[in-house]
């Protein structure tokens, strides 16, 4: 049976919203953490002038088979191991997209994540991150709180990411800032610009 998270459904419009418009102009989108491959069918069905590459650790890479071999989209290559502190691919993406991963991730993945970035972007690369942010170190909701409790006790390294430390990281990559949009649920999509 096909991996399902109900939270894809709730939250794969208003995400794709921000994605037509800021990846209107984008043709490779690499993504990080596909999960179970629910959001890639239904954006690279949704944009189909994206060739949409998913990837994730290998565990992840059956379940990700199955959405794309069912919606045998033209657009969806096969999907890559990805683990952002191992593999990475060679080829090079004009757009890099990652949803409710940061938190998943270790720090040190996170750094790893974005150190990679300049090795397989192109110059004028665009990232676009969905998830909850944290605003100079404090929750934005009390479900924000509720949920990195939550986390804490799954596993020490996961926790919700402070915005600046993050841009932090994406600067020193050569990536600005250049949205941050208030999604459903107190999540965030933050888009940077490479140069
Ligand atoms: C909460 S899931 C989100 C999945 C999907 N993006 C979504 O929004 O439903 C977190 C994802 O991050 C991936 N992940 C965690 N650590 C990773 C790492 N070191 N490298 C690559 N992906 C990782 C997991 O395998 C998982 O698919």
Same mark, same amino acid.
């Given at each position: 049976m096909k991996? @399902?998270?109900?939270?894809?459904? $709730?939250?794969? #419009?208003?995400?794709l919203t921000v994605l037509r418009q800021q990846f209107a102009d984008r043709q490779r989108v690499l993504e990080i953490g596909s999960g179970t491959g629910q959001h890639a069918v239904y954006f690279a069905g949704a944009m189909p002038q994206l060739s949409w590459q998913c990837s994730d650790r290998a565990e992840h890479l059956p379940g990700i088979r199955m959405w794309l071999e069912e919606a045998a989209l033209p657009n969806t290559p096969e999907p890559l191991e990805l683990d952002v502190g191992s593999h990475w691919p060679a080829q090079r993406y004009d757009a890099v997209f990652s949803a409710n991963t940061l938190h998943i991730m270790a720090w040190d993945e996170v750094e790893a994540l974005f150190a990679h970035l300049p090795q397989i972007t192109t110059?004028?690369?665009? !990232?676009?991150?969905?998830?909850?942010?944290?605003? =100079?170190? $404090?929750?934005?909701? #009390? &479900?924000?709180?509720? @949920? =990195?409790? &939550? !986390?804490?006790?799954?596993?020490?390294?996961? &926790?919700?990411?402070?915005?600046?430390?993050?841009?932090? !990281?994406?600067?020193?990559?050569? @990536?600005? !800032?250049?949205?941050?949009?208030?999604m459903p649920a107190h999540n965030r999509c933050r888009i940077w610009q490479r140069g």
């Open positions: 991996p @399902f998270a109900p939270a894809c459904e $709730r939250n794969r #419009d208003p995400i110059e004028d690369a665009r !990232l676009a991150i969905y998830g909850p942010f944290n605003i =100079d170190g $404090r929750y934005t909701s #009390d &479900s924000n709180a509720a @949920f =990195d409790q &939550s !986390l804490k006790a799954r596993g020490a390294h996961m &926790s919700i990411r402070d915005a600046a430390a993050v841009d932090a !990281l994406a600067a020193k990559s050569g @990536f600005n !800032l250049i949205a941050d949009i208030a």
